[in-house]
């Protein structure tokens, strides 16, 4: 996730809990995504498209404190 970011997600992993759970959460839905696309797991459309749905929600909030982080540290 946001992988040009990889410093700032360092930092915020470490100086911020919420944002080390989200990215935590996203990584964790990601697998379950994966796994189900490939066919490892399964799981009906409705529930893989929700699952989805949550994964790009968590994105956003996290890609949303990394643009805030980079604006307070003037990077």
Same mark, same amino acid.
């Given at each position: &996730?946001?992988?040009?970011?990889?410093?700032?997600?360092?930092?915020?992993?470490? !100086?911020?809990? /919420?944002?080390?759970?989200?990215?935590?959460?996203?990584?964790?839905?990601? $697998?379950?995504?994966?796994?189900? !696309? =490939?066919?490892? !797991?399964? &799981?009906?459309?409705?529930?893989? =498209? $929700?699952?989805? $749905? =949550? #994964?790009?929600?968590? #994105?956003?909030?996290?890609?949303? &404190?990394?643009? !805030?982080?980079? #604006?307070? /540290?003037?990077?």
């Amino acid at each position: &996730m946001l992988h040009e970011y990889r410093d700032i997600i360092s930092k915020l992993k470490v !100086e911020n809990p /919420h944002f080390a759970k989200i990215f935590e959460k996203h990584n964790e839905l990601d $697998k379950i995504i994966t796994d189900v !696309e =490939e066919g490892r !797991e399964h &799981m009906d459309d409705l529930e893989l =498209e $929700k699952l989805k $749905k =949550e #994964k790009l929600r968590l #994105k956003d909030e996290a890609y949303k &404190m990394i643009l !805030e982080y980079k #604006k307070e /540290h003037g990077l």
